[in-house]
């Protein structure tokens, strides 16, 4: 087997005393999506910020591509892509205008980085909307917008906080597709999700977690199997403890 591309041992966090993730241990192969399902809380997104980069773990360790933070923040930023659950746009620029300039930091050359752009804001169905200027966008726009950008760098570890959070329906199977298209092509996924349905369709792994661990992780076939062929929402329901009938 391949070395992971995404690989923590023993990985946590405290805010104030208080673990926000605990002794995590994680190892995403590459060209792999893996989809983080969890309760509000659960540590979804400290996990995915401390990854990129954005948050220092309090304990244990991380790799990126073999790589860790310290010490390789420039060969790392070429490797990594992180699509906040709130993305930052620049309200003065168009969508196309952002979507080149995120490439163009990220030494995509033009030709390519307008090609490739253009695609991505035309499978996201940006189309008419791509050429305004960001501070009108709606919510799941600049999400959208915010994907392609990030996609334009073409990142081989793609790292998305609830990325279809505030899509329509459209948008999210125009989502699944590109990240399913992105994965068969090598890149590696680490994605959070409240979307059952999505974890289900697209992640070739999941893992639930509960109280900053991960409490079960495997394939969604093996989940339901482990738990008596019930659906993935039984699974979650009994996992995270909530009452359910
Ligand atoms: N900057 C912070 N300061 C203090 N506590 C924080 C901070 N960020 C996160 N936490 C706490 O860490 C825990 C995990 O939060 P996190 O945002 O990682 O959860 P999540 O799984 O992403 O939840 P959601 O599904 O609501 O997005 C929560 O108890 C949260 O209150
Ligand atoms: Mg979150």
């Known amino acids: 087997m391949d070395a992971p591309a995404i690989a923590t041992d023993k990985l946590g966090r405290d805010f104030s005393g208080k673990w926000a993730v605990r002794d995590l241990e994680l190892a995403v192969q ?22 990129a ?24 930023k070429q490797v990594l892509g992180f699509v906040p659950d709130t993305p930052p746009l620049y309200d003065y620029l168009t969508g196309r205008q952002y979507v080149a300039l995120v490439a163009s930091l990220w030494h995509v050359g033009r030709q390519e980085r307008d090609e490739r752009g253009d695609a991505l ?76 349905e999505l974890a289900e369709q697209i992640c070739h ?11 079960t992780e495997g394939t969604v076939a093996e989940l339901r199997q482990r738990h008596g062929d019930r659906s993935l929402e039984d699974v979650f329901l009994q996992t995270t403890g909530t009452p359910h009938g």
């Open 30 to 51: 590459p060209g792999e999506i893996y989809g983080f399902l969890g309760q509000n809380g659960a540590g979804k997104t400290t996990t995915l910020r401390m990854l």
């Open 53 to 76: 980069g954005l948050l220092k773990p309090s304990a244990g360790t991380l790799r990126i591509a073999g790589l860790t933070h310290t010490g390789n923040g420039r060969a790392l």
């Open 121 to 196: 804001l035309e499978r996201l169905g940006l189309g008419e909307h791509a050429d305004e200027l960001c501070k009108g966008y709606s919510h799941g726009t600049r999400k959208k917008v915010h994907i392609a950008a990030v996609l334009a760098t073409a990142p081989r570890v793609l790292l998305l906080d609830e990325p279809s959070s505030g899509l329509d329906p459209t948008s999210v199977r125009a989502l699944k597709d590109l990240l399913l298209a992105e994965s068969a092509r090598g890149t590696t996924i680490l994605l959070s999700t409240h979307g059952l």
């Open 205 to 215: 792994r999941v893992g639930i977690l509960a109280g900053g661990r991960i409490a």
